[in-house]
């Protein structure tokens, strides 16, 4: 190598982009503002977005490696793509809507070269008021878990662990080995991801995440959240109505069922959605309590979801 030549980066950061030009500009340029130059190559997948979303990324930042996708195949999909693409040895899944304040990347695979028996690590989430965002991480979905969490015992989790739900209720640790951590931003080994696959693209949307973590802990080490190297997720940037938070929501307990089905078979799947049905009524009465007032979203919802686990929802395609 010539001293002139330029030396490879050390990681990968891939950014899928739908519709939401205007925040991943803002992404990418804190991208380049926090994380050290030359260390890493900057991937952009846009998922077929059908508006001006390229040519203004393309404007803005004119020299990543900025890839378009056919169609939009979901997050999973889009991040196949990008690190299809990926030279590094290391990589950072990083969302549009998240905005970094440090350099949380070169953080993060620090940490992975320093612990070999760690597959995957996340860093904190703050929301923008400076608070942090729940449900970042959690334990491996299994029917109890589903029960617990959708009855609002997991709130009671850190009196014993008997209540532990999917979602972790937060950290008491800086260093915390969970079952999951949030795709908003998480660090892995190139090698370890195409090793098992990426992620699975049956999940277009939410617990795509979950999935792939259980499968990076089964087949290549620990899964862990550092409670540091805060990211700022700016979060909903590509769904804001009720409708689509309804619509989220299906997708989001079809998927953690899939999952279960996965682990325990047809009968865990079946306890699952039994536990789940209980704690789904208190919401919707809950929801009917508050309805004109905050209460829109968790009647739609809890009444979607309820008949989604009974196979009587049809409102959107299964």
Request: glycine fraction near 12%; proline fraction near 4%; include cysteine.
């Amino acid at each position: 190598m010539t001293s002139t030549a330029r030396a490879a980066p050390r990681m990968s950061i891939i950014v899928v982009n739908y519709r939401t030009a205007r925040i991943t500009c803002d992404c990418l340029a804190a991208v380049r503002r926090e994380v050290a130059a030359g260390s890493y190559e900057l991937i952009v997948v846009d998922n077929a977005s059908g508006d001006d979303s390229v040519a203004r990324i393309r404007a803005a930042h004119p020299d990543i490696h900025l890839i378009t996708a056919e169609r939009n195949g979901g997050f999973g999909a889009g991040n196949n793509l990008g690190v299809a693409a990926a030279v590094a040895p290391n990589l950072i899944l990083l969302n549009s809507d998240a905005i970094l304040g440090g350099d949380t990347p070169n953080r993060m695979v620090d940490f992975l070269e320093a612990h070999p028996d760690v597959a995957c690590v996340g860093p904190r989430i703050d929301l923008p008021d400076g608070t942090r965002q729940p449900k970042v991480c959690g334990n491996r979905p299994s029917p109890w878990r589903a029960t617990m969490q959708s009855f609002g015992l997991s709130r009671l989790s850190r009196l014993w662990h008997g209540f532990d739900g999917i979602d972790a209720e937060g950290v008491a640790e800086r260093v915390t080995r969970v079952g999951w951590i949030s795709g908003v931003c998480m660090a892995m080994r190139t090698a370890d991801y195409r090793a098992v696959g990426g992620f699975d693209t049956a999940f277009f949307m939410y617990c795509e995440d979950i999935d792939l973590c259980m499968r990076l802990e089964r087949s290549c080490g620990r899964v862990v959240h550092v409670d540091d190297w805060p990211v700022m997720h700016l979060g909903g940037a590509s769904s804001t109505t009720v409708d689509k938070r309804v619509r989220n929501a299906i997708w989001q307990q079809r998927n953690l069922l899939t999952i279960i089905g996965r682990e325990y078979g047809g009968a865990g799947s079946a306890a699952a959605r039994i536990g789940m049905l209980p704690g789904l009524c208190v919401r919707l009465g809950l929801g009917i309590a508050r309805f004109g007032r905050d209460g829109n979203y968790l009647l739609h919802s809890a009444w979607a979801r309820l008949l989604d686990s009974l196979g009587l929802w049809r409102g959107f395609g299964r």
